[in-house]
């Protein structure tokens, strides 16, 4: 395979509202996935690198304290290895069979590296990972064409209210058609079936400028709809944050840890490529909180949609405009 030349620095741009309610600087956690390297080497690399210090919580787990770019986590992607984690504890049967399973699974099983929430303008500073793990010959996406490899990103809500909240969904399903085309996921991915997009009745829905609704009737409406994590903009974590019992009435049993952040899902991990960086990624979720930040275009594009004919790749070259412009 012809790998790409290494790139120049890519500028990893700022979000129109930079500050939270508290006046801190807004965070993003990010999350990686990969296969090769066991959690153990990668941590060890990771500390070689990066300072800190290690503790294991299990043997496919680990996590790194006090490193030059904050807390970080590396463990194989799959809860069922990691009793600890599923209300057990760490003696006894089970661990030792769920360590005995992870070795064995290592090789089918990804990696996932998770990041503590980082200020979102240092996060330049994570790009350095992607170095760390290339060095350890750990593959994503494109090596691997039958697993799903993931990049996902974390940021922090800048004001938590409703019209926050339905802002920045009106944001992202008026540009997923282009942010999808953007992304290219690789087609591996649909027939593992990566996340499905918003219902269209429910974009209609939301995208209308009348579309204000107050906190309840937004979560009424997103769980009417949405009751899954299976989204590219998966909204669960956040609003469980907001409202615990509301969502917890719909979903009982769903696997849910509410925090105040948006779970924007990446379809691809490049890992291998010495090309790939996570800032283009991260300046295209700035372009959906530009729109959203911007009232009468939000408004103006939702108009624009409610009245289109055509076909999502046509409305990405549409929207496309309003991003550049």
Known sequence: MVQSALPTSIDFLSPPVLYNERGEVRTVGVEIEFVGPSAEKTVQALREALGGH?????????????????????ELDSRILHPGKNGGGQKGVLPRIAALFGFAASYLVPCELVTAPTPVDHLQKLDRILEILRGLGAKGTQDAPFYAFGLHFNPEIPRQDASTVT????SFVLLNPW???????????DLLGFADPFPSDYVRL?????YWPDLPRFID????????????????????????????A?????????RPTFHYRLPDARVSDPGWSIAPDWNRWVAVERLASDRAMLDMVGSTYLAFKGEDKSWANIVEQVVRS
């Open 54 to 74: 290690l503790i294991e919580v299990d043997p496919h787990s680990y996590a790194l304290k006090d490193s030059s770019i904050g807390e970080l986590t590396v």
């Open 167 to 170: 802002a920045f969904m009106k």
């Open 179 to 189: 942010l999808r085309r953007e992304v290219s996921p690789d087609r591996t991915r």
């Open 206 to 210: 939301i995208v209308s400028p009348g």
């Open 221 to 248: 409406d997103y769980l009417a709809v949405n009751p899954t994590r299976n989204r590219d903009l998966d909204l669960l974590p956040l609003l469980h944050h907001l409202d615990k019992d509301r969502v917890r």
């Open 250 to 258: 719909m979903l009982p049993n769903a696997k849910i840890n509410g």
